[in-house]
């Protein structure tokens, strides 16, 4: 890996929700007219992604095995999902190829604003290779393809843990929450955990990552809340959460912190031990680049602590997909195999050196790329995160992120916050939470 990546930033979903929700009422007023065309040869698409482009040489070597030229708009998260929305709704033109987030997916298959894939894409013999592919199915439909591999799993500053004595490695809840406790009583960090409580989407994910923890789910198949009785795994969770900011575990200006500026700024310098919900990649991309760290060769990834063992690692990746205003559709499906295959993977995440990387590129979704990158020692900490993808990576929502998500991750951030303020009670926030899921549920 070759570069620093703030793999989630803060989101502003509320406008895309309203857009989205104005849209589900536009959807049945007719089909518009769209002229798409089935050419593949001697056309040049438009590629719309939150990331920086590939290098010149590697999209001039598409277009000379295709005859398809590339041209690439980087475009923020924010923008870049206001602009899908606004063209969906207007039946206009945008680009032959864009994102599809993971939260997104409930939405986009609900709208039918993208071509299913497998209309152009073997998917089924894509999931042996891409355990993330899972979330990016709506239905029967696979929305997207990832074109990056992400998860959030635990890190801790070995020498840290080391110095107060105790197991770097802890398997439990229970034992990790101990051992946070030691790190404390024995100054080693005056507040050894990163928990960003900025109300924001990271916090969002950060809960649903301690909820897998403590063995439970967020959500059924219907959107029922699953974490509203006082003893669910969801509740346990948060009542975690504040409880460690509250007990003196979390600094008091993470009130205030986003999941990228703690990682960047606490974890990166030292000042806290763990981050129970980091993002894979973030060893080799942020914790051992001198440029950005004081702690390089001190952290490490663990097998995410749970009530009786090791938890499943909760998935967010990023994902590209053919949205139906496309003038080229089934060109846009012959540049995301390319640009989803083992081999530029592999190059992308720097196994062939920084020419032939993507600056702003996090870790692979392939299996294969990610095994070759570990064998060859260019990914920090690869066996590890090959066996979490493989073995313990799971979508956040097992059925589908509901196509209200935005709303509802808008209301799990918000009451988290509130309760880590003190505004409300942990069964305040709790009780906001589960009434907006059952409201956006019912519809």
Not at 90 to 115: E, H, M, N, P
Not at 207 to 220: E, K, P, R, V
Not at 270 to 287: E, I, K, Q
Not at 400 to 426: D, K
């Amino acid at each position: 890996m070759t570069s620093i990546r703030a793999k989630r930033v803060p989101r502003a979903f509320t406008a895309i929700a309203a857009v989205a929700s104005l849209a589900l009422v536009a959807a049945g007023c007719g089909n518009g007219s769209n002229t798409a065309s089935d050419a593949t040869k001697d056309v040049t698409i438009t590629v719309a992604l939150a990331v920086d482009p590939p290098p010149k040489a590697a999209l001039a070597e598409f277009t000379k095995e295709t005859g398809i030229k590339v041209t690439w708009s980087t475009v923020d998260w924010d923008s870049l999902q206001t602009k899908i929305a606004a063209a969906a709704t207007a039946k206009t033109y945008f680009a032959d190829a864009t994102d599809v987030d993971w939260s997104r997916v409930g939405q986009l298959g609900k709208l039918g604003w993208f071509y299913p894939m497998g209309q152009y894409v073997d998917t089924k013999a894509l999931a042996k290779d891409m355990p993330q592919l899972t979330s990016f199915t709506s239905g029967k439909d696979v929305v997207g393809i990832p074109f990056d591999a992400s998860f959030l799993t635990t890190t801790v500053n070995k020498k840290m843990f080391q110095a107060a004595g105790v197991d770097p490695a802890p398997k439990t809840m229970t034992e990790y929450t101990n051992d946070l406790r030691k790190i404390k009583q024995k100054g080693i960090a005056q507040y050894p955990l990163d928990i960003p409580f900025a109300a924001a989407e990271g916090l969002s994910t950060y809960w649903y990552q301690t909820t897998a923890a403590f063995g439970g789910t967020i959500l059924d198949g219907k959107g029922k809340p699953q974490f509203d009785k006082p003893g669910s795994p969801g509740y346990k969770a948060a009542q975690w959460m504040v409880d460690a900011i509250k007990g003196g575990l979390v600094p008091p200006g993470n009130i205030n912190v986003s999941d990228s500026q703690g990682q960047q700024t606490l974890m990166a310098k030292g000042r806290v031990a763990s981050v129970f919900g980091d993002y894979s990649g973030n060893v080799g991309t942020l914790y051992d680049v001198p440029a950005s760290s004081s702690v390089v060769g001190q952290v490490e990834y663990l097998a995410t602590p749970g009530v009786t063992g090791p938890g499943p690692n909760l998935s967010n990746p990023d994902g590209i997909g053919i949205p139906k205003t496309a003038k080229y559709p089934a060109a846009a499906a012959k540049f995301i195999q390319w640009f989803t295959s083992a081999k530029n993977q592999a190059d992308f995440a720097g196994a062939r050196g920084a020419e032939h990387a993507l600056p702003s590129y996090n870790m692979p979704s392939r299996l294969t790329a990610v095994n070759q990158l570990t064998k060859a020692g260019q990914l920090k900490g690869g066996a590890q995160l090959a066996d979490m993808l493989k073995n313990s990576s799971r979508p956040v929502f097992p059925e589908g992120a509901p196509s209200w998500y935005p709303n509802f991750s808008n209301a799990v951030y918000t009451n988290l916050h509130s309760a880590a303020t003190g505004t409300i009670s942990v069964p305040a926030a709790i009780k906001n939470i589960a009434d907006t899921a059952n409201k956006l549920a019912q519809g």
